[in-house]
């Protein structure tokens, strides 16, 4: 439809049309129209789905529908906030996320950095087919994987420590030592394939650049600290402020699978998606899984455009828009 | 150039456009394919009785093997009398309660869904998404159903409908008033340590020392990360019983999936009640020794986890069962009626393993008359939902399963012949050669399950068909003053749903799984915790006093009733 009313413009009247916007929609209009799909997947896969937020504020009957269920106003949101612990599980949350973006960040920036500066050859590239691996096993197997390594009767790593008459560590009992655990993991997962975006910016800073600096006698770490960090520095921020939208999100695959249902840890493992899996997963009500999602997105999407605002004041060049 | 650009991005946008919404378009060919199929169908077979049908099935589990074999049997059986095919989705069991929920919201078909009061039944009774089925027993119109369900098994099992009446909202599946937890052990291990078939809790416990001793690499008893059917059952099961419970007057209720009350009865009338994670007093009015928390338990199961009986950290084990099939277990705890499942899974891993079994409770093993409660209901049922327009076709496939012993044994056991033979009128066996790894084994308590077609494994040993017996005897239980007694959570919705309920399960588990070091301080600071907990204890309040009102309306109308 779109086409053929682009089409029966007649090229007198273009001229006619005083709107410089929509003179450029009809001048262009089979450029433009490249776009229509990716407009259009966009409205059918994420905004008509919408809708379904309703269930939020709804004694929602899937026989009834979005549309017949009653209306309940906010009492589904008020389900989260009735249990004792939501504060501690919303701190682990915020806190899990922060690390594993800084650390994730450093990580693949140190990756990118030290690839890049050896060149490119054999190694380099197996080196990183090797590390963007880990990204592609899912939760649930390095799950398997990691209790033959924690487990106390036969795990790996309480036998080496025995073995050399160290004291073994309860993992399972011990709640302390799982952030770190998560974090390590997380960057195992994670950091190679994160290297990816960084080295390809990289790869796009003016050579010419690392010339001069050399000519004017900088060394090969003052090139790094003083070109290519600050060349970077717009799409660190770019990827920080995308990552803070997720900030909320519980990480549910990766702790359910590595920790279970084990309240010795709960203290420090004990995430908002977890929480909220474990006491509705038998009783599941949908209205309050789904308030309790809309709450952690939109604490998520106000931190990215708040962040997003910050960024804008200190450095125009970083912010997403 | 620019006619080339206009055609390239005019190809373009096609491509993508359709790309994009192939996905779309792809369901909706599905549905009108089938459509489509069935009307081929009838012109192919123009002189069949009736239309052909695809009835869309939901149960639970994994995909039985050669289930396909079994399905395209019974099509081929009955394509000139009933017509129809079967369409059986499996969903993994920790998915299928939201699975359903969401094929219902989504409008989809759905003939016939596995569910049962412990999932989705009663809450969708409630709402009005299971048809009544009523109309289809009693009646000669389906001599099956007839002859399979009778009053009194269905009086037992009807609920409250919206109407306030009670209906038949699902085809009750089962076969006894109870299943038999079983210590299921290595017979060819206690022979090796001299030992003759176990007899009793000593018997057990001198097993547990003997593969400590002799294998150390063997767990004595393996249990799984949830805590059922752990060492804090084969305790239970050397004290007193439920029947104990009730005859002081006392009856568990469930209230929600992670709450339960205790309420206690003395001439018709609620004197008490406790809930779970509520404050100890609460107990206060229960005769002894009720009245107190039982850390005894908690206590013997630590001693068992410090005597490596059990593993060190049960809460990393996923597969309890897989476990000991494998042969790194020396024992487990399951169901009688799962003997079958678990001694082909140890024999195709373990060729030299022979089954041992025990019964764990010391009053079922010596057989006393009472030692359980029911009330006299299945826990599983099949129904028919309101989106379902093939509700008289479901209804006769039924009809057909239940109306003969054979029918009936192509779904449960597989086909004759080649996945089992009989062995006299009421067993069966597994035909030598087949490979029990392989072979056709179905969970009938989702489908098949019927106490008038009921055919035992060849395998139960002669010492055990008594206990069958036993579980079909009324005279083995007692009647819960709660039958027919189902807790309405709606008025409390809000308070039961406070995730602190969840927390309380999760806090308690490692109790349960012997991995506390002081059981008896660890459960008291456990208490103290929860009971400073103002919200959760406010809404336990809410609960309890609906609980109190509830029962005690239904114990007056049934004082009325009688």
Same mark, same amino acid.
């Given at each position: ?49 919408? /809708? ?270 | ?261 205790? /309420? ?5 009338? /609620? ?292």
């Amino acid at each position: 439809m779109a086409s053929r009313k682009a089409a029966g413009a007649e090229p007198g009247r273009q001229r006619l049309i005083r709107h410089k916007g929509l003179r450029d929609l009809i001048m262009n209009r089979y450029l433009y129209l490249l776009v229509l799909p990716a407009v259009l997947f966009s409205i059918v896969f994420a905004y008509l789905p919408l /809708v379904g937020l309703a269930i939020a504020f709804q004694d929602f009957n899937p026989i009834k529908g979005i549309f017949g269920s009653k209306f309940i106003g906010l009492d589904n949101f008020k389900f989260f906030f009735r249990g004792h612990d939501w504060l501690i599980i919303t701190g682990n949350t915020v806190m899990f996320n922060l690390m594993f973006i800084v650390t994730g960040t450093i990580c693949a920036l140190t990756i990118a950095i030290v690839l890049t500066e050896l060149g490119k050859n054999l190694f380099v590239r197996t080196m990183q087919s090797v590390m963007i691996l880990p990204n592609f096993i899912s939760w649930p197997i390095v799950g398997l994987f990691s209790v033959a390594f924690f487990t106390a009767d036969t795990g790996v790593i309480n036998r080496f420590l025995s073995s050399l008459s160290f004291g073994t560590i309860d993992f399972y009992t011990d709640a302390k030592v799982w952030p770190f655990i998560f974090v390590l993991l997380n960057i195992w997962k994670t950091a190679g394939f994160g290297a990816i975006v960084y080295m390809a910016a990289i790869v796009g800073i003016d050579k010419e650049m690392y010339e001069a600096a050399r000519i004017d006698g900088a060394t090969r770490m003052q090139s790094i600290f003083r070109i290519t960090l600050p060349m970077l520095k717009s799409t660190i921020v770019m990827l920080f402020l995308l990552s803070l939208g997720g900030i909320f999100g519980g990480n549910l695959e990766m702790v359910y699978s590595l920790v279970g249902d084990n309240s010795f840890l709960y203290q420090t493992t004990d995430t908002i998606d977890t929480y909220v899996f474990r006491s509705l997963r038998t009783a599941g009500s949908l209205g309050m899984s789904q308030a309790v999602s809309l709450y952690q997105s939109v604490v998520g999407f106000i931190l990215v455009v708040l962040a997003n605002k910050l960024a804008k004041k200190v450095d125009e060049d970083s912010a997403i828009f | 150039m620019n006619r080339k650009m206009k055609a390239a991005s005019l190809l373009t946008v096609l491509g993508l456009v359709s790309g994009a919404l192939a996905g779309c378009g792809g369901n909706s060919d599905n549905g009108g394919n089938s459509g489509t199929n069935g009307g081929a169908n009838t012109n192919q077979t123009a002189d069949a009785a009736k239309d052909p049908v695809t009835l869309k099935i939901m149960l639970w589990g994994d995909k039985p093997k050669q289930f396909d074999d079994v399905i395209a049997e019974f099509e081929k059986e009955t394509k000139d009398t009933l017509n129809v095919k079967l369409d059986v989705t499996w969903t993994p069991q920790a998915d299928y309660v939201n699975k359903l929920k969401l094929k219902l919201a989504a409008g989809e078909q759905v003939d016939l869904a596995f569910d049962a009061p412990w999932m989705n039944m009663n809450q969708f009774i409630q709402q009005d998404n299971y048809n009544n089925l009523d109309p289809y027993f009693h009646t000669d119109k389906y001599p099956g159903l007839k002859k399979a369900f009778t009053d009194q098994y269905l009086n037992n099992n009807m609920f409250m409908g919206t109407d306030k009446q009670l209906h038949v909202y699902g085809v009750p599946m089962g076969q006894y008033y109870t299943d038999l937890s079983v210590i299921y052990y290595r017979k060819d291990l206690a022979k090796k340590y001299g030992m003759s078939d176990l007899q009793s809790y000593d018997d057990l416990i001198k097993y547990f020392d003997n593969v400590k001793q002799n294998d150390p690499s063997i767990i004595p008893f393996v249990e799984k990360n949830d805590g059922n059917y752990g060492a804090v059952d084969i305790v239970n099961g050397t004290k007193a019983t439920l029947a104990d419970k009730a005859a002081a007057g006392l009856w568990d209720v469930p209230l929600a999936p992670q709450v339960t009350g205790t /309420v206690l009865i003395k001439d018709n009338k /609620v004197v008490a009640a406790s809930i779970t994670g509520e404050k100890s007093e609460s107990k206060q009015a229960f005769p002894e020794p009720y009245n107190q928390e039982d850390n005894s338990t908690f206590i013997t199961v630590r001693d068992f986890h410090d005597k490596g009986y059990t593993e060190k950290e049960p809460i990393t084990r996923k597969d309890a069962k897989g476990t000991f099939t494998a042969g790194t277990a020396a024992s487990m705890m399951e169901n009688i009626s799962n003997l079958d499942s678990i001694q082909s899974g140890l024999k195709a891993a373990v060729p030299s393993a022979e089954i041992g079994m025990l019964i764990n409770s010391a009053s079922e093993r010596e057989m006393k008359q009472p030692s359980m409660v029911t009330d006299f209901r299945v826990w599983n049922f099949l129904c028919v939902p309101k989106t379902s327009k093939n509700l008289d076709r479901v209804m006769e496939f039924l009809n057909w399963m239940y109306s003969s012993q054979d029918n009936h044994d192509l779904f449960e056991l597989g086909v004759k012949g080649k996945n089992w033979e009989p062995v006299g009128d009421d067993k069966y066996k597994i035909p030598d050669g087949v490979d029990l790894a392989s072979n056709y084994t179905f969970p009938g308590y989702e489908f098949t399950w019927n106490p008038t077609y009921i055919r035992l494994s060849a395998n139960v040993p002669d010492g055990f068909v008594k206990y069958y017996r036993y579980m079909a005897d009324e005279k083995s239980f007692v009647k819960s003053a709660l039958a027919g007694f189902a807790f309405n959570g709606d008025p409390v919705k809000n308070q039961l749903s406070n995730p602190d309920f969840g927390t309380i399960q999760s806090e308690k588990l490692p109790l349960q799984l012997g991995m506390m070091k002081n059981p008896a301080d660890d459960l008291a600071k456990l208490q103290q915790k929860w009971e400073g907990n103002k919200t959760l204890q406010s809404d336990i309040q809410a609960i309890k006093d609906e609980l109190l009102k509830q029962v005690q309306a239904f114990l007056d109308t049934q004082k009325a009733a009688q």
